[in-house]
């Protein structure tokens, strides 16, 4: 069984950053695909980012863009999202997540993954 666990999250003002981490235990992330993503209070979870671990092909929803960048450190096994200009919008929690195999997926798709964080707390204020 994978276990992930998040660190990072915080309390910044608006136009603030943060940079977020997930930490594997079980297997290593490579060559697996890693996302994250984010729940706000009353809403559903949603897609934030991704990257495929071997080639660092990264992908991003449209209201991210420009502000977060997704990495990975192949040497220490840990997933990084580095969180810019943050926008009171950005108030949520974040996981990160891992499929269970190495077939092709699409990483944007929330189904695509089998293991999940615990999450960790962003809060962004006006």
């Known amino acids: 069984q994978v276990q992930l666990v998040e660190s990072g999250g915080g309390l910044v003002q608006a136009g603030g950053s943060l940079r977020l981490s997930c930490a594997a235990a079980?297997?290593?992330?490579?060559?697996?695909?890693m996302g994250w993503f984010r729940q706000a209070p009353g809403k559903d979870r949603t897609f934030v980012s991704a990257i495929t671990w071997n080639s660092g092909i990264t992908y991003y929803a449209e209201s991210v863009k420009g502000r977060f960048t997704i990495s990975r450190d192949i040497a220490k096994n840990t997933l990084l999202l580095q969180m810019n200009s943050l926008k009171p919008e950005d108030t949520a929690v974040y996981y990160c997540?891992?499929?269970?195999?190495?077939?092709?997926?699409?990483?944007?798709?929330?189904?695509?993954?089998?293991?999940w964080g615990q999450g960790t707390q962003v809060t962004v204020s006006s």
């Open positions: 997540a891992t499929p269970k195999d190495i077939l092709w997926r699409d990483l944007r798709v929330q189904n695509s993954y089998a293991y």
């Open positions: 079980g297997r290593t992330f490579g060559p697996y695909g």
